[in-house]
């Protein structure tokens, strides 16, 4: 019995040798090979990404990279809970609505003394992307990208329907307009779709018409505004009002992006980073074009524009080697990479036109153009604690089964609360 | 027939047998030492990833939560939130209408798991792992597929209900309907693993009763009321539990199938759900935690009701 004992306390040890064999071997030392962790969320910018990687391999032999891919719905709620945990990624894709939680609640590090030492010059990103990731005067990321929109149109059907194609004259009553005519029933053809998705539908109308989703020191909601509801109101018209747009059940269970890619809609106001989704399908590349976004009724451009940085984790383990790869992907020669696949529009100023090139198909200048009209996106310390809860109710308004204007205040209401539960 | 002579002559081999085996192994006090050796990872795997938890979550929910693990005691507070949020009142309500609609499992795989063991019954093998196939999918494969079945404008279920003059809804995305279909598949999803405890109840089931119910003239019908259900209700019994205890937890499908967009969320958001939402999404660890402990209880109540109202209907033996 006895030596039973002994060899199972023996099998029992073993895993834990092993274990310390393993750590002891690996302390690295400075100049030891080290493995950093890159999430990101966009299947579609993997390639790019991994491209910009090899690149930087190739300089700096000792530091490997692996990408994470985790799908957006997930993203979020994963990096918490692993930063949380302590088993986080070393650098990971941030989007302004993150920035200041993850900056203010210990999740990002903060970059100044690096970017000081290194002479990283932070003027060549676009100024509007540099100041969301400034955060209580500390830089928390490197700017990667930035967003445009545009009108995306179906070229076939507008020739069909003999409607003029939109061009930058363009105001919310053309939109209007062109959709009623172009939609035809009997073909289950909508001239629009109006999907139900703030950074695709409202946060575009929004500032067009003079309204604001948050105060600019987001503290308070601007749904209550008269321009605010305006802005949104140009939604929901186009269903419960024009009937030009499927209605929200049919944007909930297809993509609307589907939509237009397989001709059933032949209007949609699409992102700088869809393109190339289009372009993969055949029909799309071949019919569909993009326009410049609609102007306000008063003739305004202002729209919210989304912009991604990369971070370092507070708690990276190698924050020299991720410092080291953080500059590269900040870098001139990441950004052509980036901009060349015709996936996004790099923060890092002066590659716009390699982006506006890259599909010969799209005029994908459009998008370039109006980065001008830019303005921060809505985001506050706790942006998902309000955004969320947004969506949710104005679903109310988008079946018709209550007045935008009743909602949008019912909206308010929450995002106050929420907004008040920041402070304490 | 002699009796002392082919008794005993047996007896003797088997008796020695038995005690030259035994001999290595008696039972001392070393056969508890080895019966908690060979029990400890289960329980040490019960105590760490259950036990403790369900304790943590009982702490954590009187707490408020900020960022990446910070918290502090926040006495009631959560619960007085909880009290007074019309998202909990929804989710209670959504979550007992899929509990009860998930019980529609149980009588449909009892009568497939009758049907399989009817004698002379062709291609059981197939039949079997066509329904225990759900059960080894994953669930976000098994929610895609069905999103596209349930597609309003051109799922396959749709596309047949206009073939015979039916104009079908938005399945997912109307309010009215999204949470039947979200059980539909819950209930689709768990005959597979209810039929196998079935399936295994009805062959403990001595054939001479059949036989006998057979010669006093009882039909197959007859004989499934009268014989497999009554000597089958402590499967039914612990099948039910489950299901129960399962439909609480329901999640994944409302996460993949609805998902936060669609106009038919605050009519299928469960507790679990709920959970998530509060938690994960928006951050608050704290109310998250009393969201659990509510399901927690909710668990705890239907189950203690189930073990209490078995008496009148369980027949063992």
Redesign the interface.
Known sequence: ?KSVRRW?SLLLMAPLLAVAACSSNSKAGDDQPVTLTYAIWDQAQAAAMKQIIKEFHAQHPKIDVQVQVTPWESY??KL??S??SGTGPDLFWMTMVYAK??A????TAALDDQIKKSKLDMSAYVPAVTKAYTINGKVYGIPKDVNGFGLCYNKSLFDAAKVKRPDDSWTWNDVVSAAQKLTNKQKGVYGFVAP??DELSWYLTVPQAGGQVISPDGTTSGYDQEATIKGIQFWTDMITKYHVSP????T???DPLAMLTSGKVAMRYCGSWEPEEIAAVPYGKANIDVAPLPAGPDGNRNYYSNGLANSMSAKTKHPDQAWEFLQFLGSDRAAEIQAKTGTVIPAYQGHADAYAKAISEFHLQVFVDQLKYAQPFPAST?T??WR?AA??QF??A??GKAPVAEVSKRVAETMNQALAKEKK | MTSSGTATAPAEPVAEEMVRRRRPRPPTQDSGWWAALLLLPAAAGLAIFEIWPTFQTIYYSFTSWGAFGGHVWSGLENYRTLIADSDVFHAIVNTAIISAISMLAVPLSIVVAALMSLPGMRGVTIYRTLYFLPVVTLPAAVALTWKYLFNGDYGLINWLLSKVGVDGPHWLSDPATAIFAISIVGVWGSIGYNMVIFLSGIHGIPLDYYEAAELDGAGRVSQFFHITVPLLTPSIFFVTVITVINSLQAFDLVYLMVGQTSPAITRTETLVYLFYQRGFAEHDGGYAAAVGVLLLLATLILTAAQFRLQRRWVHYG
């Open positions: 019995m199972t979020w709620t918490q809970t930063i949380t939680y993850y203010t609640g210990g999740g139900e998705a209605s929200l059940q049919q909930t269970d297809t706790d998902a604690a969320d969506t949710k679903a109310d988008w079946t």
